[in-house]
């Protein structure tokens, strides 16, 4: 075991976190099962989805964030940038754009970008990936309800359970009411509301070590809870289980989980999951404008493999989707079970 002062690197230097994921992880890598498989090297089957991190700062500070957001981050999305996205979004085959952070309403270009990308594509789908308690962080976000209505924004937020005592541990002491007042005021603006045509997703990650469990049946189960202690609604629920990087990494090797999860996570590896991953259809496009195959990559400094290709500036759509997706240990996390990706299960 590395010394916990060796352990605190993780947060900070993605090398060291390829070094533990790729020096303790049981002598089977992730490429020799794709291989088990026949579907390594594992290739692009559309690049249809930009996923676009607007920057590293957030108002919370998650236990399980594998962005290590948080109030002191700087890093940001500038609207030059953006330019270039909406550029990319303009010229290809681009239905959805997923914006995400941090908090993403919290870079002060957010609602011009939202605005461009509306204005670029009447029909293309914006995803919103709000962590709830921005809405409530101070007055200038209290109408985003009513401003993702009228960009007919998709919100998607994290909800670690129904209850105070998962949510709080996971994100922090008062989050879990905050979070509730939240989802009251979208369900008032309409989302979540069936035949309102405002979608409201929430998404499920596990507390600790283990993988979620099944999605259609915490669904139900989140569902019945919130609407009978709070009267929220909302339209499906997304788990996603924890990858080993950032936080997360941090945490297993504290506590001594690392071994344990990784075997679990090889173990559970899903053959029809990895066939169905995000980053086959999906481009994700780092604060500072690089890319990257998936967000966890970005985390990782793992850009794509195409080295006239790596800037969003430097967009080559044929390239690109002829590209081979860089994978490492930590894939095995969206491989697991019955997968896991942005939007849920896989398989």
């Known amino acids: 075991m590395k010394s916990l002062k060796a352990q605190n690197h993780a947060l900070s230097d993605p090398r060291y976190e390829i070094d533990v994921l790729e020096s303790r992880s049981n002598d089977v890598s992730f490429s020799q099962k794709l291989t088990e498989s026949n579907l390594y090297p594992l290739k692009p089957l559309l690049i249809d989805t930009l996923q676009i991190n607007l920057g590293k700062m957030c108002n919370q500070?998650?236990?399980?964030?594998?962005?290590?957001?948080?109030?002191?981050?700087?890093?940001?999305?500038?609207?030059?940038?953006?330019?270039?996205?909406?550029?990319?979004?303009?010229?290809?085959?681009?239905?959805?754009?997923?914006?995400?952070?941090?908090?993403?309403?919290?870079?002060?270009?957010?609602?011009?970008?939202?605005?461009?990308?509306r204005s670029s594509d009447p029909n293309i789908n914006i995803i919103v990936r709000c962590n709830l308690t921005i809405i409530l962080a101070n007055p200038k976000y209290h109408d985003l309800p009513e401003f993702f209505k009228d960009n007919r924004i998709e919100v998607v937020s994290s909800l670690p359970y129904f209850s105070a005592g998962k949510t709080d541990s996971q994100r922090g002491d008062g989050v879990f009411v905050k979070s509730i007042k939240a989802l009251q005021m979208l369900n008032k603006t309409g989302y979540g509301v069936e035949h309102s045509g405002l979608v409201l997703n929430l998404v499920y990650n596990p507390s600790g070590a283990f993988l979620p469990g099944s999605q259609a049946g915490l669904e139900a189960e989140f569902k019945k809870k919130l609407s009978d202690n709070f009267g929220v609604t909302f339209n499906s629920l997304f788990t996603i289980?924890?990858?080993?990087?950032?936080?997360?990494?941090?945490?297993?090797?504290?506590?001594?989980?690392?071994?344990?999860y990784m075997e679990k996570l090889i173990a559970s590896y899903n053959p029809i999951a990895a066939a169905n991953v995000m980053c086959r259809s999906t481009i994700s496009v780092g604060w500072n404008g690089y890319l990257y195959d998936c967000d966890f990559n970005q985390m990782l400094d793992l850009k794509v493999e195409i080295p006239k290709s790596r800037h969003i500036s430097d967009w080559d759509q044929e390239t690109l989707k002829n590209r081979t997706i860089v994978v490492n240990q930590h894939c095995f996390g969206c491989t697991a079970g019955s997968g896991s990706s942005c939007g849920g299960t896989t398989a």
């Open 241 to 260: 289980t924890n990858i080993p990087i950032s936080r997360f990494l941090e945490y297993l090797l504290r506590s001594g989980n690392y071994e344990g």
């Open 61 to 117: 500070v998650c236990k399980h964030c594998h962005v290590d957001a948080g109030p002191d981050r700087k890093e940001i999305m500038t609207r030059d940038t953006m330019k270039q996205c909406l550029s990319v979004i303009k010229s290809h085959s681009i239905k959805s754009v997923d914006l995400t952070g941090g908090a993403p309403e919290m870079n002060p270009e957010f609602r011009w970008f939202v605005e461009a990308i």
